[in-house]
């Protein structure tokens, strides 16, 4: 379940950085998390994942992320 916050930075981000859903889900809970937990540890990051996946589950899905998406410099200064 998501809250205004989770919607309103999906919709932000989704305008801003050419993901596709599952990865702007996936960033989108993940600066949440960071937010929340105030850690940039995976492992606890990924108890903030939604959903009823593990979480050892929920922690490979947060590794392939960085593994395979790269976020470049450009996208964020034109925020």
């Known amino acids: 379940m998501f809250s205004a ?3 309103a930075l ?3 981000l ?4 050419a993901l596709s859903k599952s990865r702007l889900l996936t960033l989108t809970v993940l ?3 960071l937010a929340q937990s105030r850690t940039v540890n995976l492992t606890h990051l990924a108890s903030h994942l939604p ?3 593990s979480h050892a589950s929920a922690y490979r899905r947060l590794q392939r992320f960085f593994q395979f998406v790269r976020l470049d410099a ?3 200064r034109s925020w």
């Not at 989704?14 to 950085?17: N, S, V």
């Open 74 to 76: 450009a996208a964020w």
């Open 14 to 17: 989704g305008r801003q950085l």
């Open 31 to 33: 600066i949440m998390g």
């Open 5 to 7: 916050c989770h919607a």
């Open 10 to 12: 999906m919709d932000t």
């Open 51 to 53: 959903g009823q996946a």
